[in-house]
């Protein structure tokens, strides 16, 4: 019989759970404050620009120091070169033409700042540089008035005397509590303390998560959750100690990604500003964002793309893995080990590199496909011009890179089913095909259903072959929903809250996809 360890006392167990809370709070707590100070600084940089920028429009020299300003004049035609403007600038060595051999290096942050000036008008932000710099224009009858800011200087380091201090007092507080008998108020009051830093730092939001965080395990720490958990994790610790690398893993490379992504779909990002829209983002995908419904921008078209796409390659994968498994089965077949290997090499090449071959083989002017209609009396195709031709070649190619897996899968199937079972059914006279349908597809059901499930969440997400075959071409209408959410992010003026929106659409989809794909495959196993 194990003995039961003695209860740790009071005094320690309240720090033991006050500091765990404390320590998962603080990391909170630091990111709130990083970000605190960056919108510190870039407001406090965006003011020093907009001042400056009022100053030069005033005629006055600026209070700060600036990596560029004046007042940019009206762009002109260059005579010599029709589509090039020319543009001069009023500062204090007067008026001087923008750009040239010895010109300096802020006369392009000039030039731009009045470029964006003409499309949008007066604005302050950021330079997208990462400098920190800010840049102002502000509209005067000559032109705007642009200041662009010097290099910032270190941001605000953090606060440790004061969190020193919290930490002491929220010590003493949960001390205090242990010794006199309510350890559950004392870590309460102890956590408490750091609502101070989340509200200065995160707003009403996070302060009510701390104090919801400090009731919590106030509440659990009377209750004697916490002790009974602590015993749990000591009694099980050599197991923990193996999955605690895993988890760990699994935490940084999976759930804080999955997290960030979920929380960015509801931000919208321009020009590197982000602004908290809600639901927007979700209700303008779903709502096809005023488009047609054939429109290829339209989310159902693309949805419907997908699972066309989807449905097709899986079928396919299907079908050409089985029929080649039950070949390779056949004991007439000669070399079978050679074909195997042959069969699975198309697996075994990474996908992005196929993808590439496939797309010289589907070349209009000298691709092999076309060479090899044009010698059988046939004409070439324009493969990418099309939606059809486009698919049917996305198809093809991710064809040849799926169905190993479900021969592979299939193979190992067929092994499992005992001869015995043919050899009754010969002698009980039952056809080929009977035998096909009645011995060989049932035992191999239960173990392609969840192969169709994992390939079908595999070929939902190909990215690779959609890219790099056809390019969404003609004009984005074989994208499917991950290549929307690449274009979002990417090629779409940097819309990363769209893109996390949508990916988290995706991640729903195929939720419901799994859930639904595990019932079924639960019934196929169950089933006589």
């Given at each position: ?82 589509f090039l403007a020319r543009r001069a600038v009023v500062d204090a060595a007067g008026t001087r033409a923008l750009g040239g051999a010895e010109a300096p290096a ?423």
């Amino acid at each position: 019989m194990t003995s039961t360890p003695p209860p740790r006392p009071p005094v320690r167990s309240a720090l033991r759970d006050a500091a765990v809370a404390a320590f998962a709070l603080w990391l909170v707590l630091f990111t709130a404050f990083v970000r605190h100070r960056n919108h510190e600084l870039a407001d406090r940089e965006r003011a020093r620009a907009q001042a400056a920028a009022a100053a030069v429009a005033a005629g006055e020299a600026p209070l700060h120091a600036t990596s560029a300003l004046g007042v940019v004049l009206p762009a002109e035609p260059d005579p010599r070169h029709p589509f090039l403007a020319r543009r001069a600038v009023v500062d204090a060595a007067g008026t001087r033409a923008l750009g040239g051999a010895e010109a300096p290096a802020a006369d392009k942050l000039l030039y731009d700042a009045a470029a964006r000036f003409d499309r949008e008008g007066p604005f302050v932000g950021l330079l997208t540089d990462g400098s920190g710099r800010a840049v102002a224009a502000i509209a005067t009858p000559r032109g705007p008035a642009i200041a662009v800011t010097a290099p910032p200087g270190s941001p605000a380091g953090l606060p440790w005397l004061m969190m020193i201090g919290l930490l002491g007092l929220g010590a003493a507080l949960v001390t205090a509590g242990a010794l006199s008998g309510r350890g559950a108020l004392g870590v309460g009051a102890g956590l408490a303390v750091l609502v101070v830093p989340a509200w200065m730092w995160g707003g009403v939001a996070l302060a009510a998560v701390a104090g919801g965080v400090a009731a919590a395990v106030a509440v659990a720490h009377g209750r004697g959750a916490t002790e009974r958990l602590a015993a749990g994790l000591i009694a099980h610790r050599v197991a923990l100690s193996f999955l605690t690398p895993a988890a760990v893993a699994m935490a940084v490379l999976v759930l804080v990604p999955f997290l960030v992504g979920l929380v960015i779909g509801f931000y919208d990002h321009q020009h590197g500003t982000w602004t908290f829209v809600g639901l927007d983002n979700f209700a303008r995908i779903l709502s096809g964002d005023g488009r047609a419904f054939d429109d290829p921008l339209n989310f159902w078209f693309i949805l419907g793309v997908t699972v066309l796409w989807t449905g097709a390659n899986v079928l396919f994968h299907v079908v050409i893995g089985t029929t080649l498994a039950l070949a390779l089965r056949q004991p007439w077949l000669r070399a079978r080990g050679l074909f195997r290997v042959l069969l699975i090499v198309p697996w075994a090449i990474p996908n992005y590199i196929t993808a590439l071959i496939w797309k010289g083989m589907f070349q209009g002017e000298y691709g092999a496909i076309n060479s090899l209609l044009e010698g059988v009396g046939v004409g070439g195709v324009s493969w990418f011009s099309s939606w059809a031709t486009a698919f049917a070649a996305n198809v093809a190619t991710n064809t040849w890179l799926g169905f190993p897996f479900m021969m592979v899968v299939a193979l190992g199937a067929l092994e499992s089913i005992p001869r015995d079972l043919y050899e009754a059914a010969e002698v009980d006279g039952a056809s080929a095909w009977q035998r096909l349908t009645q011995i060989t597809l049932p035992h191999l059901r239960p173990a392609l259903a969840p192969a169709v499930i994992l390939g079908s969440i595999w070929t939902f997400n190909m990215f690779n072959v959609i890219y790099l075959v056809s390019g969404g071409k003609p004009g984005g209408s074989t994208d499917i929903l991950v290549t929307d959410a690449y274009r979002w992010a990417f090629e779409r003026g940097e819309r990363y809250g769209m893109a996390a929106a949508l990916g988290t659409i995706i991640f729903l989809i195929l939720l419901l996809w799994t859930v639904f794909g595990t019932r079924v495959t639960r019934r196929t196993e169950e089933a006589p």
